[in-house]
T-cell receptor, first 116, second 114 residues
Framework: EAGVVQSPRYKIIEKKQPVAFWCNPI?????LYWYRQNLGQGPELLIR????????DSQLPKDRFSAERLKGVDSTLKIQPAELGDSAVYLC??????????????FGPGTRLTVL | AQSVTQLDSQVPVFEEAPVELRCNYS??????LFWYVQYPNQGLQLLLK??????LVKGINGFEAEFNKSQTSFHLRKPSVHISDTAEYFC????????????FGAGTRLFVKA
């Protein structure tokens, strides 16, 4: 069974440029998470989807970040414009379901973003 | 709000020695606790989790952790480590009050030496 797929694995851009990350969760997983992991830190939740609905986006910097999961399967996270402080690893995870339970989250390998 | 403290940023240990990675969390009525491992250039993988019941939880790769409510701790242990255990280990917590959002600690780098 394929795990969580993310692309690209690495991205280098100049500040003020746009960037997008793509995630395909494990088949059948209804819940999808986007995390940001800064160097030397643990992951921090940016947004959580239950199917196509964003149920927790309280940590998403909405002035420059956006996300979508139109058909409740794969998802895209976008930053426009990128800032130097956005350099981090962006992790996608999925689980069977999320709200009110503790299903295991399965993580993708992440996209390492470097903003110059 | 929940918080997680991993007391050691790095733990060097010799191969075949025992190891304990410490984790403390802020108190809550009912918590769920997790340990994840992250190998270089890979995503996180669940080692074990505590939901309820027995306070001693066994996970993959010979790891175990003990939930101590009075100490608000969830330390990870392995009696004999291998070179391949070298990785970053993250403790995490979630609870009902926090909407079951998973809060991660800053991580502990385990370095196993030959």
């Amino acid at each position: 069974e394929a795990g969580v797929v993310q692309s690209p694995r690495y991205k280098i851009i100049e500040k003020k440029q746009p960037v997008a990350f793509w995630c395909n969760p494990i088949s059948g997983h209804n819940t999808l998470y986007w995390y940001r992991q800064n160097l030397g830190q643990g992951p921090e939740l940016l947004i959580r989807y239950e199917n196509e609905e964003a149920v927790d986006d309280s940590q998403l910097p909405k002035d420059r970040f956006s996300a979508e999961r139109l058909k409740g399967v794969d998802s895209t996270l976008k930053i426009q414009p990128a800032e130097l402080g956005d350099s981090a690893v962006y992790l996608c995870a999925s689980s069977l379901s999320g709200t009110g339970n503790t299903d295991t989250q399965y993580f993708g390998p992440g996209t390492r973003l470097t903003v110059l | 709000a929940q918080s997680v403290t991993q007391l050691d940023s790095q733990v060097p240990v010799f191969e075949e020695a025992p190891v304990e990675l410490r984790c403390n969390y802020s108190s809550s009525v009912s918590v769920y606790l997790f340990w994840y491992v992250q190998y270089p250039n890979q995503g996180l993988q669940l080692l074990l989790k505590y939901l309820s019941g027995s306070t001693l939880v066994k996970g993959i790769n010979g790891f175990e952790a003990e939930f101590n409510k009075s100490q608000t701790s969830f330390h990870l242990r392995k009696p004999s480590v291998h070179i391949s255990d070298t990785a970053e280990y993250f403790c995490a917590v979630s609870d009902r009050d926090g909407g079951f959002k998973t809060i991660f600690g800053a991580g502990t780098r385990l370095f196993v030496k030959a």
